[in-house]
């Protein structure tokens, strides 16, 4: 796409190695992956592949069986909360259910992480804050003193970016941003979101089924299956690969599908 930009090959995120399992089941095994700084990565795969457990592998939330996990050059596994803190500081997440303060207002949910890093921030300038993070992510500022159970669905997952972008993050987390809403809805995320990191000069880790997302905005797809990354690349570089579960995922007829649209998006530009 004409607005993507460019990924720098410095690694924001480094993974090798890792190993997670629960019980007898082993959901990964020797896995490797390496996201470039600036780039939108979609990481794909089969239910129970363990999508979700590598996000929370990296962000701390999961304690692996064995590997590494560096993010921003900072080795992640083994420590303790006080000592990410730092690193914290410069991620961002969404997670799947949009994971908002239902007693909270959207101002005060976006006010939430910028309370835990800045207790003694100015109420003001607080304030301040979450509007400017409300709008950003393409809600109305009418929308800050509302509660999530009387926005649409569309609407939370911009609340959820707007506190996900609340204290500047330089890597953004996203958990299947686009699930759950209609295809204009969805269009108009991965809009925001290609947006938000032209802008922002973000890293974006996209956890998606969305084969229109992957499409329309990502720079590289990485592929889980076999209880690892078994490839990362293009979508075109994907599928030049003789391997059944990439070939039947993007050229079946959702895959070809999402492959027209962009190509008819494409030839009107």
Known sequence: MSDRQPAREEPVIEVKGLRNSFGEQVVHEELDLTVRRGEILGVVGGSGTGKSVLMRSIIGLQQPDAGEVRVFGEEIIGRDEEELKDVRKRWGILFQSGALFSTLTVAENVQVPVREYYPAI???????????????????????????????????????????????????????????????????????????????????????????????????????????VIAVGTIEELLALDHEWIQEYFRGPRGRAAAATTDAKGSEV
């Not at 809403?181 to 990191?197: K, N, S, T, W, Y």
């Open 122 to 228: 100015d109420p003001k300038l607080l304030e301040e804050i979450a509007g400017y993070k409300i709008v950003m992510s393409g809600l109305s500022a009418e929308a800050g003193p509302k509660f999530p159970s009387e926005l649409s669905g569309g609407m939370r997952k911009r609340a959820g970016i707007a506190r996900a972008l609340a204290i500047d993050p330089e890597l953004l987390f996203l958990d299947e941003p686009t699930a759950g809403l209609d295809p204009i809805g969805a269009a108009a995320f991965d809009e925001l979101i290609v947006e938000l990191r032209n802008a922002l000069g973000l890293t974006v880790f996209l956890i998606t089924h969305d084969l229109d997302t992957l499409y329309a905005i990502c720079d590289r797809v990485a592929v889980l299956a076999d209880k690892k």
